[in-house]
Nanobody, 125 residues
Framework: QVQLVESGGGLVQAGGSLRLSCAAS????????AGWFRQAPGKEREFVAH????????YYADSARGRFTISRDNVKNMLYLQMDSLRPEDTAVYYC??????????????????WGQGIQVTVSS
């Protein structure tokens, strides 16, 4: 069982930055790949970024590529999402998620059995 808790959300102006953190309660975090998803009001939850067990292969949705950076610290059991050049359309509840490690990059939320409770990010124009 993996428990995930997000932190670091809040209100920021367009063009600003936020860093989301996700603490994983698990014995060996490197046994898991991880990802970030988001859900805007009235929309489906969507994939943002994925990272493999070691952190060596990040993968991004087109909307995040070049502005967001996913990373992890397997010693501290932490997952991060650095978000720069934020836009109002980035406003959403952001979720971290984990799945047993695999060579496949998973962009479908159905592939992730473990989820955090979500954290609000609001970008004002």
């Amino acid at each position: 069982q993996v428990q995930l808790v997000e932190s670091g959300g809040g209100l920021v102006q367009a063009g600003g930055s936020l860093r989301l953190s996700c603490a994983a309660s698990v014995r060996i975090f490197s046994d898991y790949a991880a990802g970030w998803f988001r859900q805007a009001p009235g929309k489906e939850r969507e994939f943002v970024a994925h990272i493999n067990w070691s952190g060596s292969y990040p993968y991004y949705a087109d909307s995040a590529r070049g502005r967001f950076t996913i990373s992890r610290d397997n010693v501290k059991n932490m997952l991060y999402l650095q978000m720069d050049s934020l836009r109002p359309e980035d406003t959403a509840v952001y979720y971290c998620a984990a799945r047993p490690s695999s060579r496949v990059v998973a962009v479908d939320e159905q592939a992730y059995p473990y989820w955090g409770q979500g954290i609000q990010v609001t970008v004002s124009s």
